[in-house]
């Protein structure tokens, strides 16, 4: 289970884990190069962010190096095939796992996530100055709000946003490790991503693309393509859901993974 930006393997719900778990999955979390207590790339430069958007600087690194790492846990573990979820930035990483190692993947998830074609999936323009500024909060009081108010932007609506939740993680995250240039090097790595659309027309593994109909921060229109060019991909979309795992939807997902993992 491949998690998005910035974010530590524990955004995974454990109960989430669990109900997998019960029904037989061997459930595997990981956190991404540069979060949690992953490897801190801390020589590399943190990128300019509007440079490495119109291609005229690298990022640090790029999603196909994440993409490795996820294979470099799979050899780790023996797993020599595996079902992968991917959420948001974790299903760049896994669709690009997928593309190159074909022969190291039984199914994917893909979850509030986009091809890489700039056409698909963008952010609304409101948002991206919060997304630049990244984790900046130097104490956890102010951290955890600052995680409130970002996915009070991004999240989901009405009843189905759950802040107890979000605090909960937030706090969590602020013990186990804090890196706002780990941060910036990963969204350095997203903004330099290349568009995956041919490539994704090749692929016919059996997927299952879930979105949030309200989806602020990636549009719903990236997980609708992805359903389209992926051969026998369903599309399963949720109303009221935005860029988050919203508490009351937890057991649909649940169900939509045990379904494509068989």
């Not at 993680?169 to 090097?185: K, P, V």
Request: aromatic share 6%; glycine share 10%; charged share 20%.
């Amino acid at each position: 289970m491949v998690m998005g930006l910035g974010m530590q393997m524990i955004a995974w719900p454990e109960q989430l884990c669990e109900e997998l778990a019960s029904a037989g999955r061997y459930v595997v979390r990981y956190d991404n190069r540069d979060v949690g207590l992953s490897t801190h790339l801390d020589d590399l430069p943190v990128p300019d962010f509007r440079a490495v958007a119109l291609r005229r600087r690298k990022p640090a690194y790029r999603v196909r190096d994440m993409a490795n790492d996820l294979i470099g846990v799979l050899d780790g573990l023996g797993l020599e095939r595996a079902h992968v979820v991917g959420a948001s930035m974790g299903g760049f990483i896994a669709q690009t796992a997928v593309i190159a190692h074909p022969e190291r993947f039984l199914s994917q998830t893909l979850i509030m996530t986009s091809t890489g074609s700039r056409r698909v999936g963008q952010a609304k323009p409101a948002l991206l100055p919060a997304l630049a500024r990244g984790r900046q909060a130097s104490d956890k009081a102010q951290a955890v709000e600052d995680a409130v108010a970002t996915f009070r932007l991004i999240g989901s609506r009405g009843a189905l946003f759950d802040e107890s939740f979000v605090r909960k993680i937030a706090d969590e995250s602020f013990d186990r490790a804090q890196d706002g240039r780990g941060y910036a090097r990963q969204l350095g790595a997203t903004l330099a991503q290349p568009n995956r659309t041919k490539a994704l027309t090749q692929v016919s593994l059996p997927t299952v693309v879930m979105h949030g109909l309200h989806d602020p921060l990636v549009a719903p229109s990236g997980g609708l393509a992805l359903a389209r060019l992926i051969r026998g991909a369903r599309f399963v979309g949720f109303s009221g859901m935005g860029h988050d795992l919203p508490r009351a939807l937890w057991p649909d997902v649940a169900q939509e993974i045990l379904q494509i993992t068989g």
